[in-house]
């Protein structure tokens, strides 16, 4: 009896250790925002892939909350070639706007409130066109704890990462990040991949991608082997799966050369757009299912092109007429882009037309974001998105930009305080309840 139960201890950390290495593997950066085998049905799905190879995992990040089922604040697709030993790792923005089964067209994280980890994986294979595989879920309130087990990761922050929100973050967010390589714990680790700028979920979802590559890189170090107890420790309580045993071994064999070949991370292409105060992303189908392809080296079939092509078309009629179509950003792939240190000739103040801007309503206010987007616009400024923030009450209008920036917001036609921080080219406004005064 004894030597049974201790079998069954082993094959359950044996279990974890894979599980461990597959969310490493593929989706550690989905615990940031924030078990039962399925049956999948492919109506109306198109067969874009037909190599038996190819296995997609979908990864949600679930920010769970007492008395809910909670948000899926990240959502990834990773698709695996176990025969070539690839992976490519597909973002989507958690305001893409889907058709939701039973309520019409939402934003896609919407999805796992109305109906969990089987509603979202019927969102994300209608986007995608293709079949998910398996599901990853974590809890978004192990971030630090996994990152502090896995002994940090080591990042170059790309830019001066500088924001503080009082009424953020349950009494306070504070991001004092500067630029170059270094070493970060789960505290700073949570502060590069949270970090809110002129990109909105665009900028944020490229530090992820990126975050995901360092810890792949990280996992398969050699100094890792001591730190597995407590890794097992953390990711047990934080991440449920439907894979099995045989399943994660599979993949925990793939890692050292996924990581060999490069990991190749893009976001679903689109564009934003914004309906009164709620913040949308638009997809971009027809690129989208391509890009889903060229990933793998893989090409997409005339059936599957005129299906995309099809579906693209009857989303695209779905609009409503009042909505507004921003212009595209310039990273809208979720890439990152290094910055460069500023020369001195470089300072001065950049024109409006150069400034991508977000628009967060902390005021209570019915469409105040859009109408502060608009009074943006009609000065020049790029809109890159408008939201909802987490809060009613805020009492100031604030607009955090670049030092070299600061004069250019000048003069706005509502009472608002202009700070310091972020990026040359980005900021970020949030309404407050003194808007009206």
Not at 67 to 94: E, Q, Y
Request: charged fraction near 25%; hydrophobic fraction near 35%.
């Amino acid at each position: 009896m004894r030597q049974k139960r201790r079998q069954k201890r082993s094959y359950k950390r044996i279990k974890m250790v894979l599980m461990l290495l597959l969310v490493i593997l593929v989706a550690v950066m989905g615990v940031v925002w924030g078990q039962h085998v399925k049956e999948h049905n492919q109506s109306g799905i198109d067969a874009a892939i037909a190599d038996d190879e190819i296995v997609h995992v979908m990864i949600l990040g679930i920010d769970s909350r007492q008395g809910d089922t909670g948000r899926s604040d990240t959502m990834m697709v990773t698709a695996v070639d176990t025969d070539k030993g690839k992976a490519a790792l597909m973002s989507v923005p958690r305001d893409t706007r889907v058709p939701i089964e039973g309520h019409g067209y939402e934003k896609i994280n919407h999805a796992y409130a109305y109906g969990g980890q089987e509603l979202t994986q019927k969102s994300v294979e209608s986007l995608l066109g293709v079949k998910i595989d398996h599901y990853v879920l974590i809890n978004t309130t192990a971030f630090e704890r996994i990152i502090d087990a896995l002994g940090g990761v080591d990042i170059n922050v790309e830019k001066r990462m500088h924001y503080e929100d009082p009424w953020d973050d349950n009494g306070g967010l504070v991001i004092d990040l500067y630029p170059g390589e270094q070493h970060m714990d789960g505290k700073k680790a949570i502060q590069y991949v949270r970090y809110r700028d002129g990109e909105g979920d665009i900028g944020r979802i490229g530090r992820q991608q990126k975050f995901v590559k360092a810890c792949l890189a990280k996992m398969i170090s050699p100094q890792m082997l001591p730190r597995l107890p407590k890794l097992i420790e953390e990711i047990n309580s934080a991440v449920t799966t439907d894979m099995s045993l045989s399943e994660l071994l599979r993949f925990a064999k793939l890692m050292k050369s996924v990581h060999d070949n490069g990991l190749t991370a893009q976001m679903v292409p689109g564009q934003p757009a914004y309906l009164q105060d709620v913040s949308y992303w638009i997809p971009d189908i027809t690129d989208l299912r391509q890009l889903i392809m060229e990933e793998l080296g893989l090409e997409l079939s005339e059936d599957a092109k005129a299906k995309a092509q099809a579906d693209e078309d009857e989303y695209m009629k779905s609009l409503p007429k009042n909505m507004q179509i921003l212009a595209q950003s310039k990273n809208s792939s979720g890439t990152i882009q290094e910055e460069a240190v500023a020369k001195e000739q470089d300072k001065k103040p950049m024109k409006p037309s150069q400034i991508s801007v977000m628009v967060i309503n902390d005021s209570g206010i019915n469409g105040a974001g859009a109408e502060v987007a608009g009074i943006l616009q009609r000065k020049g400024f790029v809109i890159s998105g408008v939201e909802t923030g987490i809060t009613s009450s805020r009492t100031q209008t604030t607009i955090t930009t670049s030092t070299r920036n600061t004069d250019v917001f000048y003069g706005m036609p509502f009472k608002c305080v202009i700070m310091d921080g972020g990026s040359s080219n980005q900021a970020v406004v949030h309404i407050g309840v003194d808007y009206r005064k």
